[in-house]
């Protein structure tokens, strides 16, 4: 049996053109379980290659896989209903489609949808598509039954994250992506899944489950063995909390120093694990660990306990003075947009952001996730229903102190006034700037924006 996995493009361009070209791990570890099992799969990563879906001759695949997250969904759509006509069955995953199953086959727009992680589902999927009565055992997935009702079967996690294979690194065709980290090729793997924090903003929590698992330091240090002999010098770890658990943290910096990798890498992590953990910090700053993102999303604690964070402003300080001690790099990110925001907050959290002097600052407009209880809180006030405007760069939906235009014009000088600092600008000269750059230039989208969101 071959199935096909694809991964839509980033259409509104701002990742893409600033050259986050990341590949879809998700699609990664799905091919490495169905190759496993003995399927032949393919997988098209649209943000790298070419792809004319609409004269493709699909005949050839017997199943296609459609990732999507909630800017793509669109797209997802379009290529699954172009598929659909082909009459190839279409099966859509990922963080959007995980969160809407029931109006993606009310719907029409996929035969079948995997809720969560796909890796055992889509094998199950693929082993019983003739066997349509053997749907209701396949945990995480959404189908039509044969009297035309809708079944949502029941979501799980994968427990124990090594009983998975490396991700098919072959099949995503790791070459084609020019990135780099600290002047290095770098590689993105991911060491655990989840994250018990439940902040009212996130969609991991919600998706990759709240009970967090990881993969054993052994099984993710024979992974960075395999990234070395591929020729990578670094590493973004994509995990959801990669800090969570201190003790695996420093078995696997002790495990990167004990292989002599020197990989210069990266990752997520959360204020309290840094301030209570130093030895850990310790730890990864000598085995590589160049930078650390944070997000600190406000400096109004009042902000923060809307958002759920469990974290004062003033403790980002202390962040600072510790990471600057062991020579790590501060990637904070703020959130503009809560239902409380003022103008006068925003000014308090960009001066904060300036004092607080991160290397990389990141701010995004709050956004509601579809799956997230920030959506449920906002579901009857959204102003689009273009999900291309859920890029972290749009207000989305009726804001008591905002109008679209006036939080963007915000969300725009937050940006100046912190990379009018030119150390700050020169480091993220590559990426960041390109995408304020096509913030600033994408006039058209906003004509567009302002139109949809005018009434
Ligand atoms: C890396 C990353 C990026 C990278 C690259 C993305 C890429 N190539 O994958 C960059 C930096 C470009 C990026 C950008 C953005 N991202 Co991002 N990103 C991530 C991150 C940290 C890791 C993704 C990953 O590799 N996960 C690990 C793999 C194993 O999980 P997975 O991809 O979800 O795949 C599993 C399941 O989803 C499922 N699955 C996935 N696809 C499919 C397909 C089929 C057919 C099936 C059956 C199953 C299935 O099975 C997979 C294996 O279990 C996630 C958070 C997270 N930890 O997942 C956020 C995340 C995906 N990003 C998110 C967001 C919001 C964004 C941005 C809008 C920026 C922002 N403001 O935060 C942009 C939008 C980019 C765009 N599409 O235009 C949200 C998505 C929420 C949503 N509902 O859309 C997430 C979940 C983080 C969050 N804040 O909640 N991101
Ligand atoms: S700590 Fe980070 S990953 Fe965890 S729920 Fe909050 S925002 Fe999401």
Excluded at 192 to 203: A, K, L, M, Q, Y
Excluded at 309 to 332: D, G, M, R
């Amino acid at each position: 049996m071959k199935i096909l996995l694809i991964n839509p493009s980033w259409s509104s361009g701002y990742y893409a053109k600033a050259g986050f070209g990341f590949p879809p791990l998700g699609l990664g570890y799905i091919s490495a379980s169905l190759k496993r099992d003995g399927y032949n799969v393919g997988i098209i990563d649209m943000n790298i290659e070419k792809f004319d879906y609409i004269h493709y001759d699909f005949s050839e695949w017997d199943l296609v896989g459609i990732t999507s997250d909630t800017v793509r969904f669109g797209d997802a759509c379009s290529i699954s209903k172009i598929i659909k006509q082909k009459g190839v069955p279409v099966v859509l995953g990922g963080s959007h489609a995980s969160a809407v199953p029931e109006s993606i086959l009310k719907d029409n727009l996929a035969d079948y949808v995997i809720s969560g992680e796909g890796e055992e589902s889509m094998i199950e999927l693929a082993r019983y598509l003739k066997e349509p009565e053997r749907f209701s055992s396949i945990n995480n997935l959404a189908y039509i039954d044969k009297h035309g009702q809708i079944k949502i079967n029941q979501q799980t996690f994968i427990k124990d994250l090594d009983i998975l294979p490396f991700p098919d690194r072959e099949s995503l065709k790791m070459h084609r992506y020019k990135l780099t980290f600290e002047g290095r090729p770098v590689a993105a793997m991911i060491t655990s899944r989840g994250c018990p924090f439940n902040c009212e903003f996130c969609s991991c929590s919600q998706f990759m489950g709240m009970k967090w698992r990881r993969h054993s330091a052994e099984r993710s240090i024979e992974e960075m063995k395999i990234l070395k002999k591929s020729g990578y010098d670094s590493i973004i770890f994509f995990d959801d909390n990669f800090t969570m658990d201190p003790r695996r943290v420093i078995e696997l910096s002790e495990g990167m120093i004990k292989n002599n990798f020197k990989f210069k890498w990266w990752a997520f992590s959360r204020t309290e694990e840094i301030l209570r953990h130093q030895d850990m910090v310790e730890s990864m700053s000598a085995s590589g660990c160049k930078m650390l993102f944070v997000g600190f999303e406000s400096a109004d604690d009042s902000i923060l306990k809307d958002y759920n964070k469990k974290l004062t402003s003033n403790k980002a300080f202390e962040v600072a003075k510790v990471l600057k001690k062991y020579k790590i790099n501060l990637y904070a990110a703020f959130i503009i947009g809560s239902l409380s925001e003022t103008k006068k907050t925003i000014k308090k959290s960009v001066q904060f952001a300036q004092k607080l002097n991160p290397k990389i600052v990141q701010f995004s407009i709050l956004t509601p996730y579809p799956g997230t209880r920030l959506f449920e809180t906002l579901k009857n006030k959204i102003i689009t229903n273009d999900w291309h405007f859920f890029d972290g760069t749009h207000l989305v939906f009726k804001h008591p102190n905002f109008s679209p235009k006036s939080l963007r014009g915000e969300f725009l000088k937050a940006y100046i006034a912190l990379y009018k600092n030119p150390k700050r600008f020169m480091y993220i000269s590559k990426g960041l700037y390109e995408v304020v750059k096509n913030s600033i230039r994408s006039i058209g989208m906003e004509k567009y924006y302002k139109k949809v969101v005018s009434h």
